[in-house]
């Protein structure tokens, strides 16, 4: 792909994460069911791989279904399963063409079987691929993911191996899901929304956030380009003043 003009090659974010918004909305508007919508999403998310994998972005991160999605009617969470198990084998091929790392995020063990079978087979297979790695959140909410980290924590500490007053930090960031990963440096969410929906509180802590109109099921390569130029814009203090970052 060439690169336009307007984006800087050597300011693209390592890590970007979307929270993927707006696929039932974009159904029922079409006089369709939800399901439909989310089915006509996964072309976006193949095409916003391709070009984070282009733009040399080095992590993806996908916000595919949260603790707080169980509360949906039945069939669209049986539906929702069924295509994701559906998606990693007919997209595995995608994946290694791309040379993807596929990686999840979130307590797994609450999916169907066959979803934790279909995973644990595609993070293998997938797991020597280098040029960018593709992060799936899956039954993830960030409250849930401090818990858990906290309550590992808590046994640390009980079996000495923390001591109270002296935790710090990277002592919790070990304890995440994504302490495999550095955090993101850009949130995009689709369809209009202005929130973060329990995502990745932690990490997002000096993202960028780009917040686009379009619905997932639209969401294509410009719309990408489009949240690295916005991400390109901005000065990134980090509590600094301009003139120390300049």
């Not at 909305?25 to 791989?49: C, D, M, P, Y």
């Not at 039945?74 to 595995?92: F, P, Y």
């Not at 993830?140 to 500490?157: G, H, I, K, P, W």
Request: charged share 25%.
């Amino acid at each position: 792909m060439l690169i336009p003009r307007s984006i800087n090659p050597d300011n693209i974010p390592s890590h970007v994460a979307i929270i993927m918004d707006g696929n039932g909305r974009w159904a029922q508007a079409k006089g369709e069911n939800r399901l439909f919508g989310h089915s006509n999403g996964v072309e976006s998310v193949r095409e916003t791989i391709k070009c984070a994998r282009e733009l040399e972005v080095s992590y993806l991160t996908l916000y595919a279904f949260s603790t707080e999605n169980w509360s949906r009617p039945k069939e669209e969470i049986d539906g929702l399963m069924q295509l994701l198990v559906a998606s990693i084998h007919s997209e595995l091929a995608l994946l290694m063409e791309n040379n993807v790392r596929l990686a999840t995020i979130g307590n797994l063990s609450l999916l169907p079987e066959d979803c934790r079978i279909s995973l644990d087979e595609a993070v293998q297979k997938t797991a020597k691929n280098k040029d960018i790695t593709l992060i799936l959140a899956l039954n993830y909410s960030s409250r849930d993911e401090l818990m858990r980290a906290f309550n590992r924590m808590a046994t640390d500490v009980l079996n000495g191996k923390l001591i109270p007053g002296k935790i710090g930090q990277k002592d919790l960031e070990k304890e995440l899901d994504t302490a495999s990963f550095p955090d993101p440096e850009l949130l995009i969410r689709t369809s209009g929304e202005h929130r973060v929906s329990n995502f990745l509180l932690w990490q997002l802590a000096y993202a960028e956030m780009h917040f686009t109109n379009v619905y997932w099921p639209e969401f294509r390569r410009q719309h990408f380009m489009d949240a690295i130029i916005d991400f390109q814009s901005r000065e990134r203090r980090f509590g600094k003043i301009s003139e120390q970052v300049r």
